[in-house]
Each structure stands twice: as C-alpha cells, then as structure tokens.
C-alpha cells in the first residue's frame, strides 16, 4: 500500500494526447473513428499533435485493424509508419488494443477462448514494437460491458446479467493475458488500466441500486487486483453466472495496473429519483423492482456532486496507485470546453499538493469524434476537437492553444476565465435535491483567474443583436453593448478604448432585404460607413471582428450554390451595401471574420419565409412554393453559437453557415408543417416564381455546418407555439 507523497517528490505532471480511435461493431457494421475523422490517411496529423507538446499519446494498435480476418494474417503498414513517426517525435504511445471492439469478426466478448486470443495478438504487437512500454489493451472494459451485454447498444448486443458479468470477466482476464504476453518480451511494460468512473447518489428508496451500482462500478480493477475473492461484495454475484473459477485464476494471478487511467464526464455522476413525476419521460428507466428517473447529478444536486475530484480521491483512496486523467473531453460550446480543460488540469494540479499520485492529463479526441451522440449506433454528429477536421485540412480550434499553454501557465483565453456551466445556477433543471452530508467533501483549492476583458457587441436592437446579447448571457460570456447613439459621426475609438474588449461583433445591416430596401440613400450609406469605420478602429488596436453578412451579395443566381471563394454578384440595394462593407474588411490586415448566411429563421421573428409558412399553414391558407428553387435556411440561435465558437477559435476569412444541401422553398415549406403538425397538403408546389424573393443558395468549403434542417425546425416550431401560448395568455 502507497503511503502519501509530496507533489515534490512526483514526477512532473504530463500531457498526453488521444485521437478518438473507436471501432465499434453495431451488427454486420462496423464503425472505425480512425476512417471517420481522416485521421487514417494524414500522415501529417502526427507533427500537428507534437506541436501541441504531447509527451505521450494514447494511440491505436487495434486488434480489428491490423488482424481483421485471422490471427496469423497482420498488416502491419500503417502502424509500423506511424508509431515509428510518434518516436522519432518524441512522442511515447501507450498502445490500444481494444478500443470499445469485441474484436475481429471470428471472436466476441462472449467468446470463451477470447481472453487467450487477444493475449495472442498482444505478443504479436510487443514482438514487432518492443520498445513500446505503455499499454492499454482493453479501454473502459467496465463500459464496454455495459453497452455490448448489458444495454445492447453494441455488438453482440446482449441484454442480460450474465453476459454483461461474463463481458467483463473476458476483457479483464484478456488484459491479464496481453499484459503476461507483452513482458514476455519488453518485461517493464507499464498497463494503463481506463475506465469511466463516476458516483451514483439516489433517493431513499434506491439506496440498494446506487450502493450496487458504487460498488460494480471499480469491479474491473478490483478484478485487475484480484480483488474479487470469497468476501468480496461482487464474489457471490459474479460466481453465480458460472463464473467462478475465473474469479478464482484472476485472483490466484492478478495484473494490476502500473496507472490507474480515470475518464470522468459530467455526465458521469449519476442520480437516480423514485418521484418520475419530476422528470421527463426519457429520463424513466428500471430495474427488476421499481421504476425510476436517471439523470446527470450535476443537473439536480445540490451543492454539485463530487465531480472529477471526487472521483479521482475516491480511485487514490481506494487503490493507492498512480492515476492519470485519461480522458478530458466536454461535448458543448467552446468556452465551456475551455474552462473544462482548465478546471481538469487545475484539479490535477491541486489533488497533487494534497498527495495523491496524479502522473497525467489527457486531450482527449484530438480530432474530434463522430455519433456519439448515438451512442455509435449510427450516423451522428461530428464533435470538433482540439482541431475541426469538417474541412478540406484540420483546422486548430481554440482548444490547441490552451492545451499547448497548460504546463507554462499560459493566460487563458478571455471566455474561459468564467465559471462553467456546471458552477452556475443555471446547472440546475430539475428541482433541486440536497446531496446527502456524507458526500460533502471540500473542494480543491484551484488558483484564481484574472478578470476578462468584454466582447463588444454593436448594434443588439435587431434579431440577431438580440440572439447575441441572450446566447452571451446564457454560455457567460462578459459583453458589452453599444448603439450608434453611442458613437456620434461613427467615431469607434473612445468606446474601444474604454471598454477594452477582446473582440468587436457588428450585428448591423442584417436585416430583412425590404426595410432595407425602404431607406434612402443616405441611410443606406451610413450603414455601410459606419460598418467600415468599426472595422477599421478596431484594427487599427489589434482587435479581431466579426460581422454578419448574407446569401445577398451572390444575387440570384441559381445554377449551383455559392461557395467563400465564390465571386460576389449582387443585384439589389442590400446585397451591393453588404459587399461593400465584406470587401473593405477583408481588406485589412487584422484578424476579421464574416459569417455569411441564407434566409433566417427564428421563433422570434414575425418576418421571413419560415415565419411565413407557419402563419399561413396555421390559418389553413395555402401556401405557394417554388418546387425548382434552391434556398439555404439558417436557425439564428445554431448561427449565433457557430459563430461565436468561430470567433473564440480565432477563425478569419469569409465563412458560410448552412444546415446543409440547399432545399426547394416547397421541400422547406413542407418541412416547416411537419415541424409545426401542420398539414403538409396546404404546399401548393409550382415551377419558377412562387411570389418569393429569389436567393442564391450557399454551399461551404469549410465543412462546419448547423446541424441537421429537421432538428432546428422542431425547435422553431417548440419556440414558436410557446410564444404563442404566451400571447394568449397575456391577451386573456
């Protein structure tokens, strides 16, 4: 048993790095994150993670690439290219050999032979690399359990107790197997032992399934430790499913890890409530005696769960063996991954001085990953990373920067010197529940942040001013406002320079093409001069911009849509004022970004087209749409987090937003009823000119999109229905 150490006596606390590398078998499919994000053919990604000064990288040997169809048949070309560059780098891999898999096609994690041939492929992996020293040659097997045996959400999709028992029985005594192969050749090879770990907390009444659920939850180390003997809680249990002979190998010849690899969510920590009257519907779930509501602690305790802290204190507590945080990821809006990064690594820091032996914190999905929004149960959404890899290259985001400044205590970007969202208030959507006095435990001490310069935001009397000021308020992004009242004759200088801010948004001249239509020529004017006048202050100081702009400068051309590149072809009053202002802009040397968008729409706005057809669908009328047109709706709150997320990121250039491929104003049209559950049969589909302001459809080499249409118009439509019940209840 380790006894407490001084942080002095440690060694230094290292950053590793991690490409999310799942291979994932969902049925007869098969899903490798490697293919996905691109990162199996750029060579090149390996400099990009050495530049970021990644000591070690958490990398993929994985059984079903390089031995897919039997056990004697390897291909080797591609690892032996790239774990060779990561060395030759100064990069050191802790080799993956099982990255939420069950393996190859010929074996599963029900296999009874399954511990013995993954032993097998990990002697093939140590003779052909054995300078290799760190491993991981099963991840999360305690997840992987769950999800393949237990949940049935992967391969081979088994929904019992005994097959989850008997999931995890096999991946740990194939860790144990692999670990005995791979000393045979390279004797000092460290295991790296993840898994997720968080705690369970519950009402009352489901004391017994959060105590069970606290217990099974360290069951793969325990079982690493040979732990699990006669006595043990789980002994009786697991032994039951035939299993106890295993138990009792494991135990007789333990692996226990040299790291213990901790990978905390903020979903992790879990509270389960009897009361499901409390909770939505999808949060209901079961077990063999009583119905109950599942949700993320985070969202209804208080004070906050134990977190990242408390999980770490309880592995040292229990186990009193190196730890590394083996996977920091937060799937949100780019501030709040920022000071998630930097809580992790404060926390690591601050658990250090206390004693616990914390060697590592890992950037976790470097490249971003792929549908886990579904569980990898099918297409799903790409998460950036530490870079966007949705383009033509991979693209830093504002996560590189503030992983590469971590160990020199870098100042850290503007917007993440906030509290996250999980520190705020507003972390609550339920009725609070108090967390009970057992559980308090005093936080880390973390280091203060220095106060954060404002984002400056001119012009917020318009929708998207509007949709600005609410989505800083809500993601805490300090921001100021300011109204031309503000700045006589367009002078920008004095509030600049009293406000300091890190960044200038201007929300002017975005607007419904008819009001602008309406100005004279004079007004038009001031417009585009007092758009110019900002950008020009501003870089005169140093300070990026961003400005909105639109489909409009393109005209109405229609043959194909319109790229960043794309010449500009404006055809009306508001499409020449926003060229106008988009080439004095980016003809300045600073950092200047300009979002361009299609038709918005928003439960806010009486205008547009989306507005449009609900008004008209709503009161029977139909509606007459172009079947042969091209338009690209964009849902103003998706562009104004895009935009900001570009903005954080330090992106410049143009950039075009869109949910997608174009769509005919009858294909929305229809959309928008379904959204709505409204009768799609009001469309009254004609060819050419429907009576709508024709607009070229924009596409994007860029890669970043809003999401999926059908998702943002069911929030449309949501919005929309509770504006109009809050009309009629103000009218009653």
Sequence with gaps: MREMIQASDMPELEMWGGAECTVARVGDRWGDQSHLSGHHDRDCDLQRFADLGFQAMRYPVLWERISPERPDLCDWTWTDRRLGALRDLGIRPIAGLLHHGSGPHHTSLLDPDFAAKLGDYAGRVAERYPWIADYTPVNEPLTTARFSALYGHWYPHHRDEGSFWTALVNQVDGVAHAMRAIRAVTPGARLIQTDDLGRTYATAPLFHQAGF???????????????????????????????????????????????????????????????????????????????????????????????????????????????????????????????????????????????????????????????????????????????????????????????????????????????????????????????????????????????????????????????????????????????????????????????RPWAVIDATGWTEPEKFEDRTATRRGLVVHDAAALARAADERGIPTLRFSSDLVFGATADRPRLENDPTMPDDAIGHALDAVERIVRALPGRHLIVRTGEPFDPGMDTGLAADIARALGAGRPFVAAGDDQVTPGFVPRIVDAALDLLIDGADGVWHLTHGEPLSTAALARAVARACGLDPALVEVVAGDAGQRPRAALGTAKGLTLGAIEDALGHFAWGRTRRIEAGERRAA
């Design 213 to 499: 659920d606290n217990l099974r939850r360290w069951a793969g180390w325990d079982l690493l430790f040979g732990r699990v003997v006669p006595g043990h809680p789980l002994w009786d249990r697991i032994a039951g499913f035939g299993l106890g002979a295993r138990l009792d190998a494991l135990a007789t010849e333990p692996c226990p890890p040299d790291v213990i690899g901790v990978n905390h969510y903020l979903t992790s920590d879990r509270f389960l409530d009897h009361r499901l009257q409390r909770y939505p519907a999808h949060t209901h779930g079961a077990n063999f005696e009583q119905r109950y509501a599942d949700v993320e602690a985070v969202r209804v305790l208080e004070p906050a769960p134990g977190g990242l802290a408390g999980a770490l204190r309880e592995a040292w507590e229990r186990y009193r063996t190196p730890l590394a945080v083996t996977e920091v990821h937060l799937g949100c809006t780019r501030e709040e991954q920022l000071r998630w990064v930097g809580e992790a690594w404060d926390t690591a820091r601050a658990l250090r001085t206390e004693g616990v032996d914390l060697r590592a914190v890992t950037s976790w999905a470097v490249l971003g990953s792929c549908g886990w929004n579904t569980l990898l149960t099918s297409d799903g959404l790409y998460e950036p990373g530490l870079f966007d890899v949705s383009g033509a290259a991979p693209r830093p985001t504002a996560l590189a920067d503030a992983w590469r400044g971590l160990p020199d205590d870098a100042e850290r970007h503007p917007v993440a010197r906030a509290p996250g969202w999980w520190r705020r208030p507003t972390r609550l959507l339920y009725p609070p529940v108090r967390r009970p006095a057992r559980f308090e435990r005093s936080a880390p001490v973390l280091p203060s942040i220095a106060a954060a310069p404002p984002l400056l935001i001119y012009g917020a009397g318009g929708t998207l001013g509007q949709a600005l000021a609410r989505h800083c308020d809500a993601r805490a992004i300090g921001h100021v406002v300011i109204e031309r009242s503000a700045t006589p004759g367009g002078e920008f200088g004095a509030a600049l320079d009293r406000h």
